[in-house]
C-alpha cells in the first residue's frame, strides 16, 4: 500500500520561507512523478508544481520564481521550498504521488495534507 506523508507546514509572515517534505513509501519512489497542490477551503484543488521520475519541473504561473520543487530518491522524498511567502499562499499543501501518462502529470496517491498560514 502506498503511503504519503506530509511535513514542515505552519505559520509564518509575508515574506517568509517555509520547506515542505513528502515522503512515499509502499512503492518505488523513483518511478513516480510527484506533485504538490494546495486547495483552499470552497476552491479547488491546484497544482503547485510537479517534478518528474528523470528531474524535469513545472511550476504554475503564481509561484513561478518563488518555490521550488525537488526529489532526493535515496530518501524517497520530495520538498517544495517556499520563499517570499504571500498572504494568497495560504491554503493545505498536498503531496501526490503519480505518474507521468502522454507527458502529463497523472496525480494517484495522495497525504493528508499540511496546513500552511501567511500573516501578519
Known amino acids: 500500500q502506498v503511503q504519503v506523508a506530509e511535513s514542515g507546514g505552519g505559520s509564518v509572515q509575508p515574506g517568509g520561507s517555509l520547506r515542505l517534505s513528502c515522503v512515499v513509501s509502499?512503492?518505488?519512489?523513483?518511478?513516480?512523478?510527484m506533485g504538490w497542490y494546495r486547495q483552499v477551503p470552497g476552491q479547488e484543488r491546484e497544482l503547485v508544481a510537479e517534478i518528474r521520475h528523470r528531474g524535469a519541473t513545472n511550476y504554475a504561473d503564481f509561484v513561478k520564481g518563488r518555490f521550488t520543487i525537488s526529489r532526493d530518491n535515496a530518501k524517497n522524498t520530495v520538498y517544495l521550498q517556499m520563499n517570499n511567502l504571500k498572504v494568497e499562499d495560504t491554503a493545505v499543501y498536498y503531496c501526490n504521488a503519480g505518474q507521468e501518462a502522454n507527458g502529463a502529470f497523472v496525480p494517484a496517491f495522495w497525504g493528508q495534507g499540511a496546513q500552511v498560514t501567511v500573516s501578519n
Open positions: 509502499g512503492s518505488i519512489f523513483s518511478a513516480h512523478a
